[in-house]
Protein backbone atom coordinates (compact mmCIF):
# COMPACT_ATOMS: atom_id res chain seq x y z
CA UNK A 1 0.00 0.00 0.00
CA UNK A 2 0.95 3.24 -1.20
CA UNK A 3 0.21 7.07 0.28
CA UNK A 4 -0.01 9.89 -1.35
CA UNK A 5 -1.00 13.42 0.03
CA UNK A 6 -1.85 16.71 -1.42
CA UNK A 7 -2.40 19.96 -0.38
CA UNK A 8 -1.12 21.87 2.36
CA UNK A 9 1.18 24.87 2.14
CA UNK A 10 0.95 28.60 3.44
CA UNK A 11 -2.39 29.96 5.42
CA UNK A 12 -3.08 33.16 7.42
CA UNK A 13 -3.85 32.70 10.93
CA UNK A 14 -8.05 32.20 10.44
CA UNK A 15 -7.75 30.89 6.83
CA UNK A 16 -8.27 27.73 5.49
CA UNK A 17 -6.50 24.82 3.83
CA UNK A 18 -7.65 21.55 2.20
CA UNK A 19 -5.30 18.28 2.13
CA UNK A 20 -6.05 15.23 0.31
CA UNK A 21 -4.78 11.54 0.70
CA UNK A 22 -5.22 8.69 -1.41
CA UNK A 23 -4.03 4.86 -1.35
CA UNK A 24 -3.37 2.86 -3.93
CA UNK A 25 -2.69 -1.21 -3.34
CA UNK A 26 -4.83 -3.86 -2.21
CA UNK A 27 -6.65 -3.32 1.11
CA UNK A 28 -9.45 -5.24 2.94
CA UNK A 29 -12.33 -3.99 4.25
CA UNK A 30 -11.18 -2.62 7.63
CA UNK A 31 -8.42 -0.70 6.79
CA UNK A 32 -8.06 2.75 8.21
CA UNK A 33 -7.00 6.17 6.85
CA UNK A 34 -5.90 8.92 9.52
CA UNK A 35 -4.30 11.80 9.88
CA UNK A 36 -1.52 12.38 12.12
CA UNK A 37 0.81 15.79 12.45
CA UNK A 38 4.19 16.32 14.02
CA UNK A 39 4.91 20.01 14.65
CA UNK A 40 9.07 21.28 15.00
CA UNK A 41 10.04 19.41 18.05
CA UNK A 42 7.75 17.35 19.07
CA UNK A 43 5.89 14.23 19.11
CA UNK A 44 3.82 13.09 16.30
CA UNK A 45 0.39 13.49 17.03
CA UNK A 46 -3.05 12.09 16.25
CA UNK A 47 -5.58 14.71 14.42
CA UNK A 48 -8.60 12.64 12.81
CA UNK A 49 -9.79 9.83 12.07
CA UNK A 50 -12.87 7.83 10.69
CA UNK A 51 -13.15 4.57 12.33
CA UNK A 52 -13.53 1.29 10.92
CA UNK A 53 -17.40 0.20 10.28
CA UNK A 54 -18.35 4.26 11.23
CA UNK A 55 -19.20 7.34 9.10
CA UNK A 56 -18.61 9.37 11.76
CA UNK A 57 -14.73 11.36 11.80
CA UNK A 58 -13.28 11.92 15.60
CA UNK A 59 -11.04 14.76 15.83
CA UNK A 60 -8.18 15.65 18.31
CA UNK A 61 -9.43 18.34 21.10
CA UNK A 62 -6.84 20.79 19.69
CA UNK A 63 -8.61 20.71 16.13
CA UNK A 64 -12.20 20.22 16.79
CA UNK A 65 -14.83 22.18 15.49
CA UNK A 66 -12.25 23.56 13.33
CA UNK A 67 -10.98 20.40 11.21
CA UNK A 68 -13.08 18.45 8.98
CA UNK A 69 -12.24 15.12 8.05
CA UNK A 70 -14.03 13.37 5.07
CA UNK A 71 -13.78 10.16 2.80
CA UNK A 72 -12.98 11.26 -0.98
CA UNK A 73 -15.46 10.63 -3.71
CA UNK A 74 -12.78 7.74 -4.56
CA UNK A 75 -12.28 4.61 -2.37
CA UNK A 76 -9.27 4.67 -0.47
CA UNK A 77 -9.16 8.78 -0.28
CA UNK A 78 -9.46 10.77 2.68
CA UNK A 79 -9.39 14.29 3.01
CA UNK A 80 -9.10 17.42 5.57
CA UNK A 81 -10.79 20.89 5.72
CA UNK A 82 -8.62 22.79 8.27
CA UNK A 83 -10.16 26.04 8.98
CA UNK A 84 -9.93 28.82 11.53
CA UNK A 85 -6.51 27.69 11.48
CA UNK A 86 -4.28 28.79 14.15
CA UNK A 87 -0.02 29.21 13.95
CA UNK A 88 0.27 26.30 16.52
CA UNK A 89 -1.23 24.09 13.46
CA UNK A 90 2.20 24.49 12.02
CA UNK A 91 3.15 21.09 11.29
CA UNK A 92 4.35 18.51 9.07
CA UNK A 93 0.64 16.38 8.35
CA UNK A 94 0.96 12.47 7.33
CA UNK A 95 -1.76 10.45 6.04
CA UNK A 96 -1.26 7.12 8.17
CA UNK A 97 -3.44 3.90 7.09
CA UNK A 98 -3.33 0.47 8.04
CA UNK A 99 -5.74 -1.74 10.16
CA UNK A 100 -5.02 -0.37 13.30
CA UNK A 101 -6.45 -1.40 17.45
CA UNK A 102 -6.05 2.05 18.18
CA UNK A 103 -6.84 4.15 15.49
CA UNK A 104 -5.44 7.24 18.30
CA UNK A 105 -1.75 5.44 18.26
CA UNK A 106 0.56 6.27 15.37
CA UNK A 107 2.55 2.90 16.64
CA UNK A 108 -0.26 0.95 15.00
CA UNK A 109 -0.26 2.28 11.58
CA UNK A 110 1.75 0.08 9.00
CA UNK A 111 1.69 2.52 6.28
CA UNK A 112 2.57 6.27 6.06
CA UNK A 113 2.43 8.89 3.29
CA UNK A 114 5.76 11.65 2.92
CA UNK A 115 4.30 14.45 4.77
CA UNK A 116 3.19 17.56 3.90
CA UNK A 117 3.76 20.92 5.65
CA UNK A 118 1.33 23.22 7.35
CA UNK A 119 2.45 26.68 7.98
CA UNK A 120 0.26 29.19 9.44
CA UNK A 121 1.00 32.77 9.91
CA UNK A 122 0.13 34.73 12.93
Known amino acids: VQLQASGGGLAQAGGSLRLSCAAS????????MTWFRQAPGKEREFVAT????????FYADSVKGRFAMSRGGASNTIDLHMTLLKPEDTAVYYC????????????????WGPGTLVTVSS
Open 96 to 111: AAGYPNNDHSRNDYGY
Open 25 to 32: GRTFSSFV
Open 50 to 57: IPWGTSIP
